[in-house]
């Protein structure tokens, strides 16, 4: 039922429905609707029509916008001085400044490495610095047993559960890599804006 739920929400969006609409229509929560369709982008046309219908949405989302940037900007000072204070912090911002996602991110911390005394080391630090859990995904050659990768970085990080593992496109052996990351690669990923910003911030320090 959800499924098939699921599957209206994303064509009303399609067609440019509003998420009050959708979810009064199909009596699901407007953020159920939202989380199903926030990857549709919707037209200008299709925005415009939203807005004459409704005028203080593009108020209301003024509003919301000038608070986000507001706290953004302030988290990002907060890290600048952080990481000048901070020697782990200043550590932390350093790895994500080398392997992080950094491009078109503003929401989620995201950072990948296949070494993984790294990858423990980052996890720790980033305890540190804010109670939000992360979580770890693997990439693996096709041809690699995934069961005993997964099992092998919860032992090696002391997780409570098995991370994913991905399936990489290519088998180690068409590609002549055979027995090279024989555990993957592992990344670290979850929301977090408030620490990304800080680490923007302190990257801006590390930077000058």
Request: with cysteine; glycine share 6%; hydrophobic share 35%.
């Amino acid at each position: 039922m959800k499924n098939k739920e699921k599957q209206q929400a994303r064509e009303m969006r399609q067609k440019g429905v509003s998420l009050n609409k959708i979810s009064k229509e199909l009596h699901i929560s407007k953020s159920t609707a939202s989380g199903w369709t926030q990857d549709i982008e919707l037209s200008s046309e299709q925005r415009k029509i939203l807005l004459k219908r409704n005028p203080n949405a593009q108020k209301g989302n003024q509003i919301k916008k000038a608070v986000r940037d507001s706290l953004k900007a302030q988290w990002k000072n907060d890290g600048y001085e952080l990481a000048k204070n901070s020697h782990d912090f200043a550590l932390l911002c350093s790895f994500y400044w080398g392997e992080g996602w950094k491009k078109n991110n503003e929401n989620a911390f995201s950072l990948a490495n296949s070494d993984p005394k790294m990858i423990r080391k980052v996890l720790k630090l980033i305890t540190i610095f804010t109670d939000k859990t992360p979580k770890i995904y693997i990439n693996a050659h096709a041809d690699y047993d995934f069961e005993i990768i997964a099992l092998w970085w919860k032992n090696f990080l002391n997780l409570g559960y098995l991370p994913k593992v991905y399936r990489c496109v290519s088998k180690s052996s068409t590609n002549q890599l055979k027995g090279n990351l024989p555990n993957g690669t592992a990344q670290i990923k979850f929301g977090a804006v408030e620490l990304i910003q800080k680490i923007f911030g302190g990257i801006n320090y590390l930077s000058e």
